[in-house]
């Protein structure tokens, strides 16, 4: 059984950091790409960051770049998602999600991935 879980979010002042962490199991990534989206209240889910399969190709949304990492650490089936520089509007709550592309396809539009964790608030806020 295929299953993603989130943690690692919090309530942290602007210009704080966290850390995500998004545990598989059932599944392993070397293939499975991992997308990390967020959903603010009264806004549609946002594709952030996702990693591929292969490992080697990775984006971000423009309103992260700079600040987000999105790393992996396969012997663990985790992925991880380093947010440095936190901003009020990152506020929401973030999801990992899971599914089977190309070896170095990375695509951040929800309506492609099936597999879903229960996501982890992040609240940005002094």
């Known amino acids: 059984q295929l299953q993603l879980v989130e943690s690692g979010g919090g309530l942290v002042q602007p210009g704080g950091s966290l850390r995500l962490s998004c545990a598989a199991s059932?599944?392993?990534?070397?293939?499975?790409?991992i997308s990390w989206f967020r959903q603010a209240p009264g806004k549609e889910r946002e594709g952030v960051s996702c990693?591929?399969?292969?490992?080697?190709?990775?984006n971000y949304a423009d309103s992260v770049k700079g600040r987000f990492t999105i790393s992996r650490d396969t012997a663990k089936n985790t992925v991880y998602l380093q947010m440095n520089s936190l901003k009020p509007e990152d506020t929401a709550v973030y999801y990992c999600?899971?599914?089977?592309?190309?070896?170095?396809?990375?695509?951040?539009?929800?309506?492609?991935?099936?597999?879903w964790g229960q996501g982890t608030q992040v609240t940005v806020s002094s």
């Open positions: 059932g599944f392993t990534l070397d293939y499975y790409a």
């Open positions: 990693i591929s399969s292969s490992g080697g190709s990775t």
């Open positions: 999600a899971a599914d089977q592309f190309y070896r170095d396809s990375c695509p951040r539009e929800s309506g492609r991935y099936n597999y």
